[in-house]
């Protein structure tokens, strides 16, 4: 029991790790963040259950602020929109057991509703953070002659729509061709 607990925390911290250099692959253009780091949570979260993925969501928020990659205007603003918006694309865990139903179905409209209502919860809940944030704190940056409201929907909507597709193409192709290794063994 303690040896697998230990293996998950070390999967986790992986993911985690992954996560942060693929966010550093694709880097974001001024306003707009397309976030690779997304795929390796939701995976890691179906594989392993909401509390799993929450750890290895913060623990990926943490390590751009450690490298200095981070951009932080104020206390509150860093926590929310690095530590908080990372950590909640691990609520796609919620999801764990209905994936591993659907993968057992072998349904692949079933895989593919499935991987995507966890992509969908895990990305929504990463870009209302940033969406808030954007709002609160870079409202003055905003462009085009909008609010900050309107600017930060069109910033953030469009990093959701852009990752939302991206991780769940991904995702259910991994679904599709190794279901295993999204098979959950919930911690």
Known sequence: MKNEKLKVLLEGTLMAAIAAILSAVVPSVEWFDISLGIIPIVIYSLRRGLKAGLFAGLLWGIIPILMGRAYILTLFQGFLEYPLANMVTGLAGVMAVKCKM?????????IFLTVMGAVFIGTFAKYLVHFYAG???WGSYAQWGLGPILYSLVVNGGSFVVNFIISTIIIFAIAKKSGHLLEPKLA
Do not use: L, Q
């Open 102 to 110: 659907a993968i057992d179905s072998g349904k692949t409209g079933s």
């Open 135 to 137: 709002v609160v704190f």
